[in-house]
């Protein structure tokens, strides 16, 4: 089996079988299987296998070793601080090395997020680190760090996740903040640690050079006035392997070429707002363009990232401040709302800002790249707009997917703290840190388990998108225990 093949390389015909005829109840579940014999010889028997869902589920059965079901995390018998902290040694998994099956291997000790997502999960890792380092857990979080230089360093990037089939696309590029995060002194560490950032700095910015104005390359888009940004991209054009039935089913409703829906599907994937109103020009998932888009929070995490590189003082760093400043200039040119006072996403093919406030909006001020009167302005339309009962609406329009309203995320919320903080608004900061961890302390109350998402209009689990809400989670224990250590909060107990 090939190192770096995807289930849909090996299995195509019967991955497409598997999932079309929804024979498992989760799609993750095929393409996370372990298969018990080579693969040419199952692929070999297939073809001549009888017509039918129960021969399909026998043959299944047969020839793969299913994962384990999700079950969660247990309900807590300790309050929710403490119920965190305990929580760790539940979601941390031994070194993992690459067998017959979709998982990469990873060669340190590592947490994942709880439920369905059993392996490593690029941006999510920097907020369950955020309660790691709160918490002493020191070694895990260094485990964390080690195994995504390994992994830019034999693929150029961090994952969407640990498994062959995230290959081709990537997530939000906080790998520099995690490396702040620990800020390690260690020479050799240190620079290997430097190298991979500019690795990874090099995989978005691929194409860039020599792009002319109005063309795109990959992730790099050169605007008419020749300001460079970047855009989520995937070079694969076919259904996401871990969800083939539900992206055929949208790019049968589109009315467009499916290649084209299957990589917007990929890019907004490669977003981790998978998925949300940003992305689409109608009501619909099927009129999903995320290529076309240059992200106001992406462009703020690259700026991160070529700022967080030039301040390592090498011989290269006056080349990625140089960059930086390129950056912060287009983002203030193209991506600043002037009337409504924040910044928003760009469309590449209208030439246009998008105007819709989303929780996205507050990226810039997490990296520096707002002014002042830049800054206050966001404060003001954040709340005044996205403000909510439980904490910060991620958009204000409500079209049932999850990174829409009425749904808020545990890493929006944060950013939206770090950010307004960085800026002196301490008390909107200090508020949206006590209404979410409100809201996970009533849930919790309730449950007594922790979700991957939360409604912050009724202070509740959230809903919608592809599959059941998980438990665990990885990014919603960092934060809230960063909030509750940070700000002395007392979770809500209903």
Not at 157 to 164: A, D, Q
Not at 199 to 208: F, I, L, P, S
Not at 250 to 264: F, I, K, L, M, N
Not at 441 to 469: C, I, Q, S
């Amino acid at each position: 089996m090939h190192a770096e093949s995807s289930p849909a390389d090996l299995f195509g015909p019967l991955l497409a079988k598997v999932q079309e005829r929804a024979i498992l109840p989760d799609s993750k579940t095929f393409v996370d299987a372990l298969p018990k014999r080579p693969v040419a010889e199952i692929m070999r028997d297939f073809a001549h296998l009888p017509a039918g869902d129960e021969a399909l589920r026998a043959f299944i059965a047969a020839n793969f070793d299913l994962p384990a079901a999700a079950e969660g995390t247990r309900p807590a018998v300790l309050p929710l601080r403490e119920h965190i902290r305990a929580l760790w040694k539940e979601l941390a998994r031994a070194p993992k090395q690459a067998g017959s099956g979709s998982a990469l291997a990873v060669q340190h000790r590592h947490v994942v997020p709880g439920g369905r997502f059993r392996e490593i999960y690029y941006w999510d890792s920097f907020f369950t680190m955020l309660g790691l380092v709160r918490d002493g857990e020191h070694e895990l979080a260094d485990g964390i760090v080690d195994a995504l230089t390994d992994l830019i360093e034999a693929h150029g990037h961090v994952p969407n996740g640990t498994r062959t089939y995230y290959l081709g696309r990537s997530q939000p590029p906080l790998f520099h903040m995690m490396v702040e995060l620990l800020d390690d002194g260690r020479p050799g560490v240190a620079a290997r640690r430097l190298s991979a950032m500019k690795r990874e700095h090099a995989w978005w910015m691929e194409g860039a050079e020599g792009l002319a104005p109005g063309a795109q390359n990959a992730r790099a888009a050169r605007l008419a006035d020749g300001a460079l940004l970047n855009r989520y991209w995937d070079p694969r054009n076919t259904p996401r392997d871990e969800s083939w039935r539900e992206d055929v089913a949208t790019a049968a409703e589109s009315g467009r070429p499916v290649e084209d829906v299957y990589r917007d599907l990929r890019a907004g994937a490669e977003s981790g707002w998978d998925f949300s109103s940003r992305w689409l020009e109608g009501d619909s998932l099927s009129s999903i363009r995320t290529t076309t888009i240059a992200p106001i929070d992406l462009n703020a995490f690259l700026l991160g990232l070529e700022t967080a590189i030039a301040a390592r003082g090498d011989s290269e760093a006056g080349h990625y401040a140089r960059l930086a400043d390129d950056r912060r200039d287009a983002m203030n040119r193209h991506l600043w709302n002037a009337e409504g006072g924040y910044f928003a996403d760009y469309d590449i093919d209208a030439n246009a800002l998008r105007t819709p406030l989303t929780a996205a909006a507050l990226a810039p001020l997490l990296v520096g790249a707002a002014t002042q009167e830049q800054a206050d302005a966001t404060a003001r339309a954040v709340e005044d707009a996205l403000l909510a009962p439980g904490g910060l609406h991620t958009t204000l329009l409500q079209t049932g997917q999850q990174w829409d309203r009425p749904n808020g995320w545990a890493p929006l919320q944060w950013i939206a703290v770090a950010g307004l903080g960085r800026y002196g608004h301490e008390t909107l900061a200090r508020e949206i840190a006590r209404r979410w961890v409100d809201t996970v302390g009533a849930t919790f109350a309730r449950t007594g388990l922790l979700f991957e998402k939360y409604d912050v209009e009724r202070a509740g689990v959230g809903g919608g998108g592809e599959y059941e809400t998980q438990t665990g989670f990885g990014w919603t224990n960092g934060v809230t225990a960063d909030f509750i250590d940070s700000y002395d909060l007392f979770p809500a107990t209903e």
